[in-house]
Nanobody, 121 residues
């Protein structure tokens, strides 16, 4: 069993900051790409940022220069530092990771349960 657990969402005023965390646990052999997606009401889920095991990153244009993704491989954890938040960043944020487990020796995509970020104007 593999599980992703997110934390760090909440309510913040425009211009403020939040830091999201996502910890993977279970029978993990290795973790490849980790990322954050978000879904606002009535909209499709979209990629926010992702980071490869070697550290390469890519970001959605809408968050470049404001959000920073990082990971701690020793802790199987990915972070999303969100600065200069805008009301349009309001969404449920989901962690995603490509994980090879000891029980299924092939990469599978896993999702966290989501954490709500609300930015007030």
């Amino acid at each position: 069993q593999v599980q992703l657990v997110e934390s760090g969402g909440g309510l913040v005023q425009a211009g403020g900051s939040l830091r999201l965390s996502c910890a993977a646990s279970g029978t993990i052999f290795s973790i490849r790409t980790m990322g954050w997606y978000r879904q606002a009401p009535g909209k499709q889920r979209e990629l926010v940022a992702r980071i490869a095991s070697g550290g390469n990153t890519n970001y959605a244009d809408s968050v470049k220069g404001r959000f920073t993704i990082s990971r701690d491989n020793a802790k199987n954890t990915v972070y999303l530092q969100m600065n200069s938040l805008k009301p349009e960043d309001t969404a449920a944020y989901y962690c995603n990771a490509d994980i090879v487990s000891h029980t299924i020796m092939a990469p599978l995509g896993y999702w966290g349960q989501g954490t709500q970020v609300t930015v007030s104007s």
